[in-house]
């Protein structure tokens, strides 16, 4: 493999978190159709991407564990096997109970099986431009929502819901199985080669000190506030601006403009991440994510709405990759899948909270008002946090 492999890592890696990831997320735009069509409560069904992200933390840890151990590619071949069965079965689901067990559970744990092994294994492949090789990775969740989710649409508009869930499950398995057979590990270093290291990796921190080390819990914690903050505005979007009397296509369209604008927001951050350092860049994006958050309750114009959704897409999308890069600078890359899965766990409990809470904020009171008011408060509560991140270790060289 010669060193240019590396980006068809990332080309692969990104094709698999804007499938599995857009997937998943797609439920927002069957929200509406389910509702009507089966009569089961928005709460409900948006708990079922509750449960989504609470088994994707689960998942993720455990996925992260088995990456460490075996490698990526067992893990994202089963994810995408596990993927299109999950999305055809729900399709056929009947009643409320099942979608949620099928869509929740088996949707959830696919998912985790793709972001933070394919992001481990990226920064495996990277020791310069790792900010940014991880942040093209990510950027495939922000493509989701300008492929995934028109597509979603137009076959709910098409023929129904089910079909178009079943099309899209059997779609997973038409791009995933393919980019599962491209993932790689990473050459090993030459054993006369100097390469470098963190100091942490040098130590030999173990998984139970770097999970019970502060730079651990900032770190969590931040991603945690950080996800609670920006799941509830992004799922009930769609929903918000219909009810503010945008038609159901510009709505989505409001959704598929945030995911365009997180993609270029990635490769912002990224830079500006390897250039001016990552806790300074994040700090200054979950700042802004915050007051974004405020604004759409001023909005009611589509033209606002798509004002708002480019800098609110560009700053939850360039964030985002943030956290892997920390990470990996804290704790080094041989216990880096099991440390970033259980990081990522702590932001799936996160991004549990924001569909839930909008489902019943809205059965309550037909507003979505004082959802955007507590995830600006919780937004604010990350910006601190991450203000406590301890410094970084500093870079070395391991012994030739």
Known sequence: MSLPYRWVIVAAGALMTCVALGAMFSLAIFLEPMALDTQ??????????????????????????IYDRFGARIVVMTGAVLLGLALVLASCTGSLLVFQLTYGVLVGLAASAFFAPMIALTSAWFDTNRSLAVSLVSAGMGVAPMTISPFARWLISAYDWRTAMFDIGITAWVLLLPAA????????????????????????????QALRSPQFIVLGLTFFACCAAHSGPIFHMVSYAMLCGIAPMAAVSIYSIEGLAGLGGRLLYGVLADRLGVKPVLITGLAIQAVVITAYLAVSELGQFYTLAVIFGATYGGVMPL???LAREYFGQRILGTVFGAVTMLSSLGMAFGPLAGGMVFDAYASYSWLFIGSALVGLGAMAIAIAFPPLPRRELQPA
């Open 181 to 208: 057979l491209l993932v790689r590990q990473p050459p090993q270093p030459a054993a006369d080669g100097a390469a470098p290291t963190v100091a942490a990796e040098a130590a030999g921190m173990t998984v139970p």
């Open 40 to 65: 089961w409560s928005r709460a409900g069904i948006s708990s079922a991407m509750t449960l989504n992200f609470l088994v994707m933390g689960l998942g993720g840890f455990a996925w992260g564990a």
């Open 323 to 325: 956290y892997a890069v």
